[in-house]
């Protein structure tokens, strides 16, 4: 079971080693500023959580904390991430 506040210490996380504010990454996506506080007691839908990790060049499983590798599979060749 995927926690909602364990996706935003990710988020917030990854933000901070791409040294951009987690207001400047919601504003440039088109997502409320209320996203991160909502994210206490929901999950994000889907799509908004796949515009944070392009946005912040991560992917949606390590921002779900399903894996610790950050980097994004470029090549769409899973058999490189096993």
């Known amino acids: 079971m995927y926690i909602s506040s364990k996706v935003a210490d990710r988020i917030r996380l990854v933000a901070k ?3 951009v504010t987690v207001k400047k990454m919601l504003k440039d996506i088109n997502l409320g500023l ?3 506080s909502n994210m206490k007691n929901s999950m994000p839908k889907a799509n908004n959580l796949a515009k944070i990790a392009d946005y912040l060049d991560c992917s949606v499983d390590y921002l779900l904390g ?3 590798v950050i980097e994004v599979n470029r090549d769409g060749n899973a058999e490189n991430n096993v």
Request: glycine share 0%.
């Open 34 to 36: 209320n996203t991160m």
């Open 17 to 19: 080693m791409r040294n």
């Open 66 to 68: 399903r894996t610790d």
